[in-house]
């Protein structure tokens, strides 16, 4: 059957309706299973049964979601009941601080059947997350060779090329033929993960290249493979940061990079569903200190209430704190502001902090990107320094406008207009300049955007008003 055009887009246009009944679905079933929840845990009655049977047919992520929204006495019981292959698959699904109480609940056979599904990497993972009593009980529980490869990863940091590689990968000598290499996958894939790229390596295990999967098929049997081996675009070293990985992967547009140690040795690969994790997490991250808050480790519901106050109380408090500044400002010119102009305040600092905003986003974003680099960075000053004055100048102009409308006189206008156009550019220009300051101090640039920036260009924009507005009147 060949699908026609239209009934492609008929298809399409079901997607959103599927997704949303399966949610509500899944969402059913958590309700039913929680009216009734000893009940289901003993599995002994057909309504037990057959919730349990449409649990287990969900996506273990969809299974782990809904597991999630139980207390944590439900989830122990719930989690207790379930088979070494159920508890298997759910766990690869759970958040470390899940996958860490849930170590607990386990016999030491079932935590060591558990561990061996997973792969070493994501083993290494969550045993970063462990303390040092509990990582010492788990490693003793796995054999020597296992116990080295995850010593060898926790050395790195976690979030380093290093930290985030997948060292349980296939790589060829150079001197392979083609016949040899296919023999070698045949044997080793259930072992050894092989992708699309395949990287060669020397006598000294030094990558030497890489080859595609598909040209094992398209060349002859007795071909080397280091006839047609290419040379991979981007290499990284152990300890070069996850979100310099990231930028070099898009940059160059990889699915897969290899990772090497100081010697050129190669050590694992950093592939596109860890770059999806990286560039996510780095991303949520960005989110959190342009809000003025540092990143949490956990989700928001395993993290307690009384972490989430302390974090976000201070930094409210020194913003206050921060903030009355403007007070101080506008009692000091009190009489300027008397009258009309005290209507038009709120305009003018509310111009400058979205402005400053915006273009404090734009330059995060070209930084993160790598678009905005140490190479264009004057240039890029330059454009901004421009936009600054063309901003100024139009929204000057259209706050003369609104301000003469409101008074009916030119010069409390004027200098409304004057104002404006000052805090614009100056809102622009350090909007453009704190992500670059903060960059070269080794601070993340995402800290200049959101409060603190608002709350310095509210301050700054309060007193080039009042300033400017007695040098005219007055």
Same mark, same amino acid.
């Given at each position: 059957?060949?699908?026609?055009?239209?009934?492609?887009?008929?298809?399409?246009?079901?997607?959103?309706?599927?997704?949303?009944?399966?949610?509500?679905?899944?969402?059913?079933?958590?309700?039913?299973?929680?009216?009734?929840?000893?009940?289901?845990?003993?599995?002994?009655?057909?309504?037990?049964?057959?919730?349990?049977?449409?649990?287990?047919?969900?996506?273990?992520?969809?299974?782990?979601?809904?597991?999630?929204?139980?207390?944590?006495?439900?989830?122990?019981?719930?989690?207790?009941?379930?088979?070494?292959?159920?508890?298997?698959?759910?766990?690869?699904?759970?958040?470390?601080?899940?996958?860490?109480?849930?170590?607990?609940?386990?016999?030491?056979?079932?935590?060591?059947?558990?561990?061996?599904?997973? $792969?070493?990497?994501?083993?290494?993972?969550?045993?970063?997350?462990?303390?040092?009593?509990?990582?010492?009980?788990?490693?003793?529980?796995?054999?020597?060779?296992?116990?080295?490869?995850?010593?060898?990863?926790?050395?790195?940091?976690?979030? $380093?090329?290093?930290?985030?590689?997948?060292?349980?990968?296939?790589?060829?000598?150079?001197?392979?033929?083609?016949?040899?290499?296919?023999?070698?996958?045949?044997?080793?894939?259930?072992?050894?993960?092989?992708?699309?790229?395949?990287?060669?390596?020397?006598?000294?295990?030094?990558?030497?290249?890489?080859?595609?999967?598909?040209?094992?098929?398209?060349?002859?049997?007795?071909?080397?493979?280091?006839?047609?081996?290419?040379?991979?675009?981007?290499?990284?070293?152990?300890?070069?940061?996850?979100?310099?990985?990231?930028?070099?992967?898009?940059?160059?547009?990889?699915?897969?990079?290899?990772?090497?140690?100081?010697?050129?040795?190669?050590?694992?690969?950093?592939?596109?569903?860890?770059?999806?994790?990286?560039?996510?997490?780095?991303?949520?991250?960005?989110?959190?200190?342009?809000?003025?808050?540092?990143?949490?480790?956990?989700?928001?519901?395993?993290?307690?209430?009384?972490?989430?106050?302390?974090?976000?109380?201070?930094?409210?408090?020194?913003?206050?704190?921060?903030?009355?500044?403007?007070?101080?400002?506008?009692?000091?010119?009190?009489?300027?502001?008397?009258?009309?102009?005290?209507?038009?305040?709120?305009?003018?600092?509310?111009?400058?902090?979205?402005?400053?905003?915006?273009?404090?986003?734009?330059?995060?974003?070209?930084?993160?990107?790598?678009?905005?680099?140490?190479?264009?960075?004057?240039?890029?000053?330059?454009?901004?320094?421009?936009?600054?004055?063309?901003?100024?100048?139009?929204?000057?102009?259209?706050?003369?406008?609104?301000?003469?409308?409101?008074?009916?006189?030119?010069?409390?206008?004027?200098?409304?207009?004057?104002?404006?156009?000052?805090?614009?550019?100056?809102?622009?220009?350090?909007? $453009?300049?704190?992500?670059?300051?903060?960059?070269?101090?080794?601070?993340?640039?995402?800290?200049?955007?959101?409060?603190?920036?608002?709350?310095?260009?509210?301050?700054?924009?309060?007193?080039?008003?009042?300033?400017?507005?007695?040098?005219?009147?007055?």
């Amino acid at each position: 059957m060949v699908l026609e055009l239209s009934d492609n887009a008929a298809y399409a246009s079901m997607v959103p309706a599927i997704l949303k009944v399966g949610a509500a679905m899944e969402w059913e079933l958590l309700n039913q299973i929680q009216l009734v929840f000893d009940e289901f845990i003993e599995g002994e009655t057909k309504k037990a049964q057959k919730l349990w049977k449409d649990f287990l047919k969900l996506h273990p992520a969809d299974g782990v979601a809904l597991m999630g929204e139980l207390s944590w006495d439900k989830f122990r019981l719930f989690f207790a009941s379930l088979d070494l292959e159920n508890k298997a698959a759910f766990f690869a699904y759970f958040t470390h601080k899940m996958q860490r109480y849930s170590l607990a609940l386990l016999e030491d056979v079932e935590i060591i059947r558990i561990l061996r599904t997973m $792969s070493i990497d994501d083993v290494a993972d969550l045993f970063n997350q462990l303390s040092g009593g509990e990582l010492q009980r788990y490693l003793k529980l796995l054999r020597k060779r296992e116990r080295e490869r995850i010593l060898s990863l926790l050395q790195f940091d976690p979030r $380093s090329a290093g930290g985030i590689m997948d060292p349980d990968v296939l790589a060829f000598d150079s001197n392979l033929t083609v016949d040899k290499a296919i023999k070698t996958i045949q044997k080793l894939q259930p072992r050894k993960e092989v992708f699309r790229l395949i990287f060669l390596v020397d006598g000294s295990g030094i990558i030497s290249g890489y080859i595609r999967l598909e040209d094992l098929v398209l060349k002859s049997a007795d071909t080397l493979l280091s006839s047609f081996a290419q040379i991979s675009p981007a290499i990284f070293t152990t300890d070069i940061d996850q979100e310099d990985v990231a930028k070099e992967m898009r940059h160059y547009d990889l699915d897969i990079a290899p990772v090497v140690d100081g010697q050129s040795r190669f050590l694992g690969v950093i592939t596109g569903e860890t770059l999806v994790h990286v560039i996510g997490e780095e991303a949520s991250e960005d989110l959190y200190r342009m809000s003025a808050l540092h990143p949490i480790k956990n989700t928001y519901f395993e993290t307690s209430f009384k972490r989430l106050f302390f974090e976000r109380s201070g930094i409210l408090i020194l913003l206050l704190l921060a903030q009355s500044l403007s007070s101080t400002i506008i009692q000091r010119y009190e009489a300027t502001l008397a009258g009309l102009l005290m209507y038009f305040i709120t305009m003018l600092i509310s111009t400058g902090g979205n402005s400053s905003s915006q273009t404090s986003a734009l330059v995060i974003q070209g930084m993160a990107s790598g678009e905005v680099n140490k190479d264009n960075m004057m240039r890029f000053l330059r454009r901004e320094i421009l936009m600054a004055v063309a901003l100024a100048f139009v929204l000057g102009v259209v706050a003369f406008a609104r301000a003469y409308y409101v008074c009916q006189s030119f010069w409390p206008s004027f200098a409304v207009s004057s104002s404006l156009s000052a805090i614009v550019t100056v809102s622009v220009v350090l909007g $453009s300049a704190m992500p670059i300051m903060l960059k070269k101090l080794n601070i993340d640039p995402a800290f200049s955007a959101g409060p603190f920036l608002a709350t310095l260009m509210d301050i700054v924009g309060v007193f080039i008003y009042c300033y400017i507005s007695t040098w005219i009147l007055f």
